[in-house]
């Protein structure tokens, strides 16, 4: 199973990036999949969910607006578009795939890609 997330880097604010995460090794289509971050010294936050279909998505209140999740299962990969960034969005972003398989939950996790909003 892997989770390669690509699209971080280093952005002045209110300029935009798009992450990618692609998965392997699982079926896809039936995981709902997440991002989170985490900035120095905080906790992981959950930033967006998008379910298996890709007809529900929730976002963290400091994101709502600015920040779309997407999916395409024919690619198994799943974005986050983030406009108008800010210094506090500045953090390492991890892909997330949650399902269940046979009653148990399974859960897996991208190595993240660091993003950096900055003058």
């Known amino acids: 199973v892997q989770l390669v997330e690509s699209g971080g880097g280093l952005v002045q604010p209110g300029g935009s990036l798009r992450l990618s995460c692609a998965a392997s090794?699982?079926?896809?289509?039936?995981?709902?999949m997440s991002w989170y971050r985490q900035a120095p010294g905080k906790e992981r936050e959950l930033v967006a969910f998008?379910?298996?279909?890709?007809?529900?998505?929730k976002y963290a209140d400091s994101v709502k607006g600015r920040f779309t999740i997407s999916r395409d299962n024919a690619k198994n990969t799943v974005y986050l578009q983030m406009n108008s960034l800010k210094a506090e969005d500045t953090a390492v972003y991890y892909c997330?795939?949650?399902?269940?398989?046979?009653?148990?939950?399974?859960?897996?996790w991208g190595k993240g890609t660091q993003v950096t909003v900055s003058s």
């Open positions: 997330h795939a949650a399902g269940t398989v046979l009653g148990g939950s399974l859960e897996y």
């Open positions: 090794g699982f079926t896809f289509s039936t995981y709902s």
């Open positions: 998008i379910n298996s279909a890709g007809g529900s998505t």
